[in-house]
């Protein structure tokens, strides 16, 4: 089996780093769990190519993680764990360790710096994005998986909707968490149900609103780790032909960007290109075109106008346009896709004409 802690050591190889040290403490690094399988609360992992993989963690949790990790070696971190550090540093004669800086707290920083003393510090968190964004094989199944379920969701609550069960923003919001609460996941993040001209409002929270004109929703599953998001537009009531159009346009030029992703293609490029696709009404479209997913609901590649990232295979994103028209309404339609080998592939898929909700 290829861990992924063996991408880690090739990394600190090629940039030169002796030890990788990625800490889960005060804020939940999702690396540790990528190199680790298991997210302890309290953890500090020391990777090198000079001695095997470490991780010390506090004694409450250690025999029981121990277990559950693709990594054997784990030690208590007690007071006799830092005079072991400060030992096998001396030994390896280290002098240069990596730090997820986006997952370390100024104080942590602080107390590194005292305990390395003499030793340089450098930041991973960019290359540990990079290299997160290439998915494995394991990773590419679970989001598979994951993409099912997030459907069947949705048909479920779509169905409910239909049938008049559901008629507020709160109401829907309330189902899709139960419904993935029973199947023992929980939200990738907290969902958002807009309704008319709330809809104009990309993060808008839920309220107590009636479902009404073009409503959004947009919500994604926690699925062992991995999140999901989908967004979906429909419409209560009785829509017009320009209302159709609108919702047309939106849905056309996501399946225009889908049409340009190919292996080595600047995501600016194709979120340039779709935001034109959507002609007069491109300055209506105020956000970003994607993003990547995976164990953080945001994560590379950024599909932005001023992104330097390309489109790689392994890659698993979203393409997510959408149109706000300020106290008006609101439409937005987000799937997930994997770059594979041989294109792309659509993981989640949106239905291709409007539902319309008679009232
Ligand atoms: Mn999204």
């Known amino acids: 089996m290829k861990l992924n802690i063996n991408k880690l050591k090739k990394l600190l190889k090629k940039r030169k780093i002796d030890v990788g040290l990625i800490i889960n403490s005060r804020l939940n690094d999702p690396s540790f769990f990528y190199f680790a399988d298991v997210i302890p609360e309290h953890a500090f992992m020391f990777v090198s190519s000079k001695f095997p993989t470490r991780i010390y963690c506090s004694a409450l949790e250690c025999e029981q993680k121990k277990k559950q990790s693709s990594i054997k070696n784990f030690k208590e971190l007690n007071k006799k764990a830092i005079d072991n550090i400060k030992l096998l540093i001396k030994k390896h004669k280290i002098k240069k360790i990596g730090l997820n800086f986006s997952y370390v707290t100024v104080s942590e920083h602080k107390r590194l710096k005292k305990l390395f003393s003499g030793i340089k510090i450098v930041d991973l968190s ?168 995976g164990l953080e609901i945001h994560e590379f590649p950024n599909l932005k106008t001023e992104a330097k990232d390309k489109f790689y295979p392994g890659m698993i994103f979203t393409i997510e346009p959408g149109i706000y028209i300020k106290n008006k309404l609101g439409i937005r339609i987000e799937d997930d896709y994997l770059l594979g080998e041989k294109g792309l592939i659509q993981l989640t898929k949106a239905p291709k004409d409007l539902v319309v909700i008679n009232r």
């Open 126 to 293: 960019q290359d540990l994005k990079q290299l997160r964004a290439i998915k494995t094989k394991k990773e590419i199944l679970l989001y598979k998986q994951a993409s099912k379920l997030t459907e069947t969701v949705w048909a479920k609550t779509i169905n409910a909707i239909k049938k008049h069960k559901l008629k507020t923003e709160l109401q829907v919001k309330e189902f899709i968490e139960a419904e993935i609460e029973k199947d023992g996941y929980k939200t990738s993040f907290p969902l958002i149900v807009a309704s008319g001209k709330n809809a104009a409002i990309p993060h808008y929270s839920p309220r107590q609103n009636k479902l009404k004109g073009f409503c959004v929703v947009d919500f994604g599953i926690n699925y062992n780790g991995y999140c999901t998001d989908i967004t979906r537009t429909f419409f209560v009531g009785k829509s017009t032909k320009k209302e159709i159009e609108l919702y047309n346009l939106v849905n056309n030029a996501k399946n225009y960007a889908s049409t340009l992703i190919t292996p080595g293609k600047r995501t600016a490029f194709v979120t340039k290109k779709t935001r034109q696709a959507l002609g007069k009404y491109e300055k209506y479209f105020t956000h970003g075109l994607g993003h990547g997913i």
